[in-house]
C-alpha cells in the first residue's frame, strides 16, 4: 500500500456519517420547463411557417436551376422572355432579341437610349416622342442593309444622300433656301418637270455646260420682259427645220427723200445664209438679201 493510499483509507474512517441524507434533485421542473417546451415548440412553428413560405416563393417565383421565372441565366449571359418593366436605369453593353421576334421597346412617355464615353459624358442621345424622334451626336448615318452604302448622313457641316435617286411626292415639291448641287434632274415618266422661283430669278450654272432637254414634248421660255441669249466667246445655234419669230413689227420703206420735219429711219431686213447664219442687210426697194450673198462667203 502506498502512502497516498493510507492516508486516503485513514481520512475515510474518521469522517462522520449521516444516517439520512437530503438528495437534491437535478433539472428544470415547474414553469421552467413548461416555458422552455414552449418556446421550442414556437421555434418548430416559426421554421415550419418559413420552409412553407419559403417553398411558395420558389412556387411563385419560378425559380429553377437555370434562373427564375423568365429570366434565364446562360453562359453568353441573361436571357428575358415575355413582357418585362424595368423601374431603374438598366445598364447593359448588348441587347438582342430572338431570332424568329422582333425586340419591342416601350414607354408611356419617350425612349431614351444615351452614350457615353469612358469619364460619363454624354456622346450620343436618341430619343423617341410623342411629337418627334430627335438625335443628338456628332455624325448620322443611314446605311443599307449590307452596312456598306450610306444612304444618308448628316452633321454640322453637310448632308449627304447617297441614294441611287431621290424622290419627293409632296404637291408642293421641295423648296431649298440656297443652293443645290446636282448633276441631274428629272422628273417621272409622264409627269412635268417644273423649277420655280416665286419671287426672284432663277439661276443654273455650270463649268461645262447646261443641257436642257425635252425628249417627246415642247420646250417653252416664257418671260415677262426682255429674253436674252448671249454667248460670249462662241455662238448661237438654232437647229430646226422651221425657225419662225412672230409677232414682228412690219416696216414700209419710202424712195423719196425724208423732209425735214420727218425723222430719218433706217430699215433692215434679216437674211439667212445657207449654212444658217444670220445678218442684217439695209432695206431698199427691193430685197437686198441675194445681192448681199457674198457675205455668207465673207462669213
Known amino acids: 500500500m502506498t502512502r497516498e493510499q493510507y492516508i486516503l483509507a485513514t481520512q475515510q474512517n474518521n469522517l462522520p456519517r449521516i444516517e439520512n441524507p437530503q438528495l437534491y434533485p437535478v433539472g428544470i421542473y415547474g414553469w ?10 414556437l421555434l418548430l412553428v416559426t421554421m415550419i411557417v418559413n420552409l412553407a413560405m419559403t417553398i411558395w416563393i420558389l ?4 425559380f429553377t436551376v437555370d434562373g ?3 429570366l434565364r441565366v446562360t453562359k453568353k449571359g441573361i436571357r428575358l422572355e415575355g413582357i418585362s418593366e424595368f423601374l431603374l436605369p438598366l445598364y447593359v453593353k448588348e441587347i438582342h432579341s430572338r431570332k424568329d421576334s422582333p425586340l419591342v421597346l416601350q414607354s408611356d412617355r419617350n425612349v431614351t437610349v444615351n452614350a ?11 430619343t423617341v416622342g410623342a411629337d418627334a424622334v430627335e438625335a443628338q451626336c456628332k455624325r448620322f448615318e ?4 449590307e452596312g456598306e452604302k450610306v444612304l444618308f448622313s448628316a452633321d454640322e457641316d453637310e448632308i449627304i444622300i447617297g441614294a441611287d435617286r431621290l424622290k419627293v411626292t409632296g404637291t408642293e415639291g421641295a423648296v431649298f433656301g440656297h443652293s443645290v448641287e446636282t448633276p441631274h434632274i428629272r422628273a417621272e415618266p409622264s409627269q412635268d418637270l417644273k423649277l ?6 432663277l439661276i443654273m450654272e455650270a463649268p461645262r455646260g447646261v443641257q436642257v432637254s425635252a425628249a417627246v414634248g415642247d420646250l417653252k421660255a416664257t418671260c415677262r420682259k426682255e429674253l436674252h441669249l448671249q454667248s460670249t466667246e462662241g455662238e448661237i445655234f438654232l437647229n430646226a427645220d422651221i425657225i419662225r419669230l412672230g409677232n414682228l413689227p412690219m416696216g414700209s420703206f419710202s424712195s423719196s427723200p425724208a423732209s425735214s420735219s420727218t ?11 445657207p449654212n444658217g447664219k444670220l445678218y442684217l442687210s439695209p ?3 427691193g430685197s437686198t438679201c441675194q445681192s448681199s450673198s457674198n457675205v455668207c462667203l465673207w462669213s
Not at 421552467?32 to 415548440?41: A, G, I, M, N, P
Not at 412556387?59 to 419560378?62: F, L, P, S
Not at 420655280?196 to 430669278?201: C, G, N, V
Not at 433706217?266 to 439667212?272: A, F, G, K, P
Request: proline share 2%.
Open 116 to 126: 457615353r464615353n469612358h469619364m460619363g459624358q454624354l456622346t450620343g442621345q436618341l
Open 283 to 285: 432695206a431698199g426697194a
Open 32 to 41: 421552467r420547463k413548461r416555458c422552455l417546451y414552449f418556446f421550442v415548440l
Open 263 to 273: 425723222l430719218q429711219q433706217t430699215i433692215y431686213e434679216l437674211c439667212v445664209c
Open 59 to 62: 412556387k411563385v417565383m419560378n
Open 196 to 201: 420655280e422661283s416665286p419671287t426672284r430669278s
Open 68 to 70: 427564375m421565372g423568365n
Open 142 to 145: 443611314v446605311r443599307a442593309s
